[in-house]
């Protein structure tokens, strides 16, 4: 009792002396002296006390984003008992850093460490407390910011913060570094980058709430073969710069049938049929590519397919909408993808509907997500391709957004109002979406916060709907995230990866594999009024999208650098009805819908389907791009190989192959066909004179080529676009 007695009066001593004495406190400050220390030593991260619950009866805000609470857990709570200003070094913060006593995280802390130091000065100095105004930083400088190494050679990054009292401080010991690819590229704790192999991995710097990513390229050789690519169009160019900086040889261009079957299933999701096939072969027009592009966009399949990924990103659902309300929303999705509505008016009508949830489709966007918080986080992610989730808890460890940011997006959904006839809808009243003058009280936030988009405040003052202010913010020309967006998820829909991965996660330290080429798309959009069609011809335009493909590249092999085309499975909804064209199968039917309706037509994923939901179609439960598998497992295999679906499909009388056998083909040509159905390609003479040698097995004629038939439908070739 009398030592805690001596050390508290010690401890009021020297606070008394640090308040009369204002000067010597000035010389340090919490938030910019102890918080970094604090992080650097990874004690508020989020596996030690930054974590939500803490560690030890201990818990700090997570990397320092509150500081204030910080100051009062480290020096206030717990009696005073974790630091002893009249001794330093005898600090319980220190001696369990340190592990002189001990500590469930382990030594922290080297006693002859700076941030020892800093923390042991900071208490020595009586704790001053933090001002009214704590400085904040304001921007982070790091140089260089990109950085070209041939392995095993290393580079040091400076990191400067600009505080907004006007301090310049040297933060490079105190910044946190990571490389997203430590195979190819390694950084240490004082930012020392070291290549390891070819390659590029982005160099991540943290800074108390101030973030920064250093673009690291390591070359794959000391020079490159010319390759004979030329670049079609600016894209081109920007690409082709890029592979020449990191040597490397691209692919040379597909053959023609490998893009005829390509850019069908890309646009339309529709394999091409064999007459299709054999009119673009014969083709001899120099701009028949092109030509294809633009008769594709004209097919009432390109309806039904852009629906259908629209369908997937806005979760359209008879759970949420009911019946009525599904057939409006889809029914305007068609309308939107048919009559081809620019990107930035589909988002404005979206974010601003009201009305009937039954004659105004759009309206069906706030059944969905109904709570201010959960239409935030979806129309970030989905308009901005912006992750705030994290936010609603604490600042967003990878980015500058903070929970005023969420909470100030949200702010903007508090006016909105379900009514209905008092039956809820359940009697086939109409719901009706309205807006309100004031904020509803029962859907406001857990945070108050005035209406904000990222940062940007809202004026009310000229609105009687934040919405309206909320849409033409998001779809304003200024935005970063909007044209970004979308340039970066159609790229991917169309080659199968974004130019940002996730392509719904853009954010300062996740930059672009080649940024030029997403700025670039991005202006294109913005300039042609958001015309996704446009989009869509520049990209199918590319040679970069028109390369061949490779299993097993040399260089580049997850294709993040365009080398190549990554052969991707067909999506569910695809490969069912390549299976069902493939095979002449007339007699699909889906609960609820007219005989013959495709796969990719369903209104949305509560219609049954064993194969659909096997091969991954999404149940529309999440806005994020993953919730749809593109993974394959061995259900899938074991259906394809002994399910119905093909087996019925193939076999008897009324069979594709029984038809084909009345035409009287030679067997050349019947494998010749059976090819182009499925490969959209004749078959090679070493592939005929394999199916040759097997025919002379079989006793029937019918049942040999329903086997070849099984056999393509089970090739790699067949399911995969490539």
Not at 97 to 103: E, F, L
Not at 120 to 140: K, M, Q, S, W
Not at 520 to 540: K, P, S
Request: proline letters at 6%.
């Amino acid at each position: 009792m009398q030592t805690l007695l001596r050390h508290t009066l010690l401890s009021w001593l020297v606070l008394a002396l640090t308040s009369a004495n204002p000067a010597w406190a000035e010389s340090f400050r919490f938030t910019r002296e102890v918080v970094p220390a604090l992080t650097k030593a990874g004690c508020n991260s989020g596996a030690c006390h930054g974590s939500f619950q803490g560690r030890g009866g201990m818990s700090l805000s997570l990397l320092g984003f509150n500081p204030a609470a910080d100051y009062d857990v480290l020096f206030k709570q717990g009696r005073g008992r974790r630091v002893n200003p009249a001794a330093p070094d005898l600090s319980l913060l220190l001696l369990k850093g340190t592990a002189h006593i001990p500590h469930g995280g382990g030594k922290r802390l080297a006693a002859d460490s700076d941030s020892y130091r800093l923390l042991r000065d900071y208490i020595a100095a009586g704790l001053p407390v933090l001002g009214d105004h704590e400085p904040t930083v304001v921007r982070l400088e790091v140089t260089p910011r990109e950085v070209t190494l041939a392995p095993q050679a290393e580079s040091k990054l400076k990191v400067t913060a600009h505080w907004s009292d006007g301090v310049v401080q040297d933060a490079t010991p105190w910044a946190l570094y990571d490389s997203r690819f430590k195979a190819r590229v390694e950084v240490d704790e004082q930012g020392v980058i070291r290549a390891l192999e070819p390659g590029k991995s982005p160099v991540t710097v943290r800074y108390l709430g101030q973030v920064a990513a250093v673009a690291v390229s390591v070359p794959y050789s000391e020079s490159v073969a010319a390759a004979p690519f030329t670049p079609h169009n600016k894209l081109d160019e920007i690409i082709a710069a890029e592979w020449q900086r990191l040597r490397l040889t691209p692919a040379p261009l597909c053959d023609d049938a490998t893009y005829v079957r390509r850019v069908y299933l890309d646009l339309i999701g529709t394999l091409p049929q064999p007459a299709e096939v054999l009119g673009f072969l014969a083709d001899t027009h120099p701009e028949k590519r092109a030509r294809l592009v633009d008769e594709l966009l004209a097919r009432p399949e390109y309806v039904d397919f852009w629906t259908l990924r629209w369908s997937d990103l806005l979760r359209v659902h008879r759970r949420y909408l009911g019946e009525k309300g599904l057939a409006a929303f889809s029914g305007w999705l068609r309308r939107a993808m048919r009559e081809n509505m620019p990107i930035d008016r589909l988002t404005r009508d979206v974010l601003t509907s009201q009305g009937s949830l039954y004659g105004n489709g759009p309206v069906a966007f706030y059944f969905i997500d109904s709570k201010p918080e959960e239409l935030a986080e979806t129309t970030a992610q989905v308009f901005m391709g912006v992750r705030l989730q994290c936010t609603r808890c604490h600042h967003h460890p990878l980015e500058v957004w903070s929970q005023d940011d969420y909470y100030g997006l949200a702010a903007c959904f508090t006016r909105v109002e379900i009514k209905d006839n008092g039956d809820n809808g359940r009697f086939g009243g109409a719901q009706l979406l309205r807006t309100v003058a004031q904020p509803n009280k029962k859907r406001a936030p857990l945070v108050a916060a005035d209406p904000s988009v990222l940062g940007r405040k809202l004026d009310l003052s000229q609105t009687d709907d934040v919405r309206r202010d909320l849409a033409a913010a998001i779809t304003a020309p200024e935005n970063p995230f909007f044209a970004r967006s979308f340039a970066n998820r159609y790229w991917a829909w169309l080659t199968g990866r974004g130019l940002v991965e996730p392509v719904d996660d853009l954010r300062a330290t996740n930059p672009p594999t080649i940024p030029a080429a997403l700025d670039w798309l991005t202006q294109e959009f913005v300039t042609h009024g958001y015309d996704a069609r446009h989009l869509i011809r520049t990209i199918c335009a590319s040679r970069v999208y028109q390369l061949a493909s490779e299993v097993n590249p040399v260089h580049d092999a997850d294709g993040s650098l365009y080398t190549h085309r990554v052969p991707r499975r067909l999506s569910a909804e695809v490969l069912l009805d390549a299976i069902n064209q493939v095979t002449q199968y007339n007699d699909t039917s889906f609960d609820g819908t007219p005989k013959g309706t495709r796969a990719i037509a369903l209104p949305d994923p509560s219609i049954k389907s064993y194969f659909l939901d096997a091969f991954g179609r999404p149940v529309r439960n999440s806005a994020c791009e993953c919730a749809r598998q593109g993974g394959a497992d061995l259900a899938q295999a074991l259906h394809l190989v002994n399910g119905s679906t093909i087996q019925e499909r193939i076999s008897g009388d009324g069979s594709v192959v029984s038809r084909l056998l009345k035409e009287q083909l030679t067997d050349d040509a019947l494998v010749d066909q059976l090819y182009l159905a499925t490969f959209a390609r004749r078959a090679t003479i070493d592939e005929q004179r394999t199916i040759q040698e097997l025919l002379r097995d079989y006793a029937s004629r019918q049942e040999a080529f329903e086997d070849v038939l099984w056999s393509l439908l089970n090739a790699a070739e067949f399911s995969f676009n490539h």
